[in-house]
């Protein structure tokens, strides 16, 4: 997404998070009878063909004459609800909040809450206003699948039980699932079993995957999985189901199947460089960070790199790499310190550690 486009995106979600989250009153409109016979029926998809041009010059678009005023209900999928207000989507899943149809006065309760992706049908007065999207004031639920509220909900939000054994329809790394998260239609992975790998990691009290340079992957560990005694960067693959969460693909009821702790001298590396080429790399990767660069290649990130060069002790230490600058640093995996003791200056050995931010949890591979 280009950068204007995705500024003019932040603001009207801001916008739209006040309408939603406040609960914005607007009175004059006409009243009428859920079970009225409207003046217009319409897709939530036609309905958003008079936005299309909507960009951060042009934020509000008159409402279009023929509907404004009148009674118009709207076909589409319920991309979200809060209180008073329900959110339309032109497709099922993957939705935009920002386009689609806006239904302030929706009231929440056993009788009309229909689930999240699921058909619908509203019927309210079609603001006058200038508006970033068609806004319904005194808007009404006239049609929805509410018999199959629950089920849709446990099969969308929640996701279904699955077990260590179940066969995997799909087998990825977590950085290749976050991709997967960005497409607009994501229906095909819904209920399906994953089996991901990735680095664990906590954020707060979240457990997560590393993903790409500086992403992470939310995941939701069944309730019988424990995972407070995993340690950080710990290389795992868990198994998962698919669900659609708030428009968007996530895990969910995953499972520990494998744990390959963080690093091991068995078995090739991602890379093999020398400290000086880890260094020259570290220092380009520093500069695009500190520019915020949209294309940060960074492909030493949660890599398992094997570093050659001469030791430099400092403090007692010979856990560092003699540079043509410097020196490189490369921090021992935690029970593995020993290794490094009796190492001395401009020894020729070989480390083996993962990169983030610079190398950690490294062990010596020879010298």
């Not at 009878?33 to 010059?57: G, N, R, V």
């Not at 819904?190 to 995957?209: I, Q, T």
């Not at 992957?217 to 969460?245: P, T």
């Not at 010979?318 to 995996?333: A, E, I, M, R, Y």
Request: glycine share 8%; net charge negative.
């Amino acid at each position: 997404m280009k950068k204007n486009s995705s500024a003019m995106i932040t603001v009207l979600a801001v916008f739209i998070g006040t309408v939603v989250n406040c609960s914005i009153s607007r009175t004059g409109a006409r009243s009428f009878s859920p079970t009225d016979t409207p003046d217009f029926t319409i897709t939530a998809e036609s309905a958003m063909e008079p936005y299309k041009d909507l960009d951060k010059d042009n934020f509000n678009i008159k409402a279009p004459e023929k509907y404004a005023g009148k009674l118009v209900a709207v076909t589409g999928f319920v991309l979200n609800y809060e209180v008073g207000h329900l959110i339309v989507s032109p497709t099922q899943y993957g939705g935009n909040v920002v386009r689609s149809v806006q239904c302030e006065g929706y009231a929440i309760n056993a009788e009309n809450e229909v689930a999240r992706n699921s058909k619908v049908k509203v019927m309210g007065i079609y603001d006058e206003a200038a508006q970033p999207y068609p806004f319904l004031k005194n808007c009404v639920v006239v049609e929805g699948d509410r018999s199959k509220n629950a089920k849709e909900i446990a099969a969308t939000e929640h996701g279904r039980e699955i077990s260590a054994t179940d066969n995997a329809d799909f087998t990825m790394t977590s950085g290749q699932f976050l991709e997967l998260t960005r497409k607009t239609d994501t229906t095909l992975y819904l209920g399906k079993v994953f089996d991901v790998s990735g680095r664990f990691c906590k954020v707060g009290n979240s457990p997560e995957l590393r993903a790409n340079a500086g992403d992470y992957l939310d995941i939701k560990m069944a309730s019988a999985q424990g995972y407070n005694n995993l340690k950080e960067d710990e290389l795992l693959k868990i198994k998962c189901v698919g669900i659609q969460k708030s428009s968007r693909l996530e895990l969910a009821n995953c499972l520990i199947i494998e744990s390959n702790g963080i690093i091991s001298a068995e078995g090739p590396p991602d890379f093999t460089i020398t400290a000086d080429e880890y260094e020259k790399y570290s220092e380009k990767v520093g500069a695009e960070y500190e520019k915020r660069s949209q294309n940060i290649t960074d492909k030493y990130r949660n890599k398992v790199i094997d570093v050659t060069g001469k030791v430099m002790v400092i403090g007692g230490k010979g856990d560092q790499l003699v540079t043509s600058k410097s020196w490189l640093p490369c921090p021992p995996l935690a029970g593995r310190e020993s290794e490094f003791q009796d190492l001395t200056d401009g020894a020729e050995v070989k480390f083996r550690g993962l990169s983030d931010f610079g190398l950690k949890h490294c062990i010596v591979i020879s010298h």
